[in-house]
């Protein structure tokens, strides 16, 4: 593995001058989560990397004619309510958070993966948008207890707990970024929505409950308004 890191240890961001960017121009990322980015890569020097194998669809076989047969619908039987939205004359600012990782391969002695984040905002007929990393880290059981004492540290680990699999490593890093971001616009507006992808489900290992309390404690103390969104969530109004 032959590169070279083009990040340096303590990150701040640089918005455009617009009424929400400027309220979190201090947003930074803690210097101890880029140095520990920066020593676990300098640990993949010299190593050989296995590509992380892609998915690949299962081939359609010719001559295969093998069809699922339709569900027959009367369309007398099905009703339609239509519901009509107006849009409403309102510049309340809207921000939205998101944080995604990738495994990217695994060396000979541990897990090569990245995590990066973004920041989406919309007010006064304008878009603007931040992204923060991607951080890569390659995790092994030598530099583990690092990542360990860094999650227990923000409360992403139980205090008793000593040990962490190479793989659950990166599903933590990803949420430690994640609140980090969403406490950081939480913080810095005011009388916002602010949009998260995902469940607001706490009090797992991976989301504990102290920490999401106190996002959303601070996002009440400002009067914003926080609305969670999933692949499987669904809006109902009166009841449809």
Known sequence: MIGQLNYATTLKYNFPNIAVASALKGLQIPQRFTELSLASMRSAEGRFLQIQPEEVPTPIIEGNNWREEPIPVKISSVS??????KPIPDETPIIAVDVSSVRLGDTD???????RGAIVWSTKRRYGYLRIGP?????????????INLLRFYRFVPSESSSLRLEDAQVRLCNLVERWLQMSVCSSSYGSVILWYGSRTAGTVDNPLTVLRGILEEARNRLNTVLAFSKVTSIRVLGR
């Open 80 to 85: 339609a309510h239509l519901t009509p939205l």
């Open 109 to 115: 002695v541990g897990v090569l993966c990245a995590v």
């Open 135 to 147: 951080f890569p880290f390659h995790i092994t059981e030598e530099n583990i207890r690092e990542v």
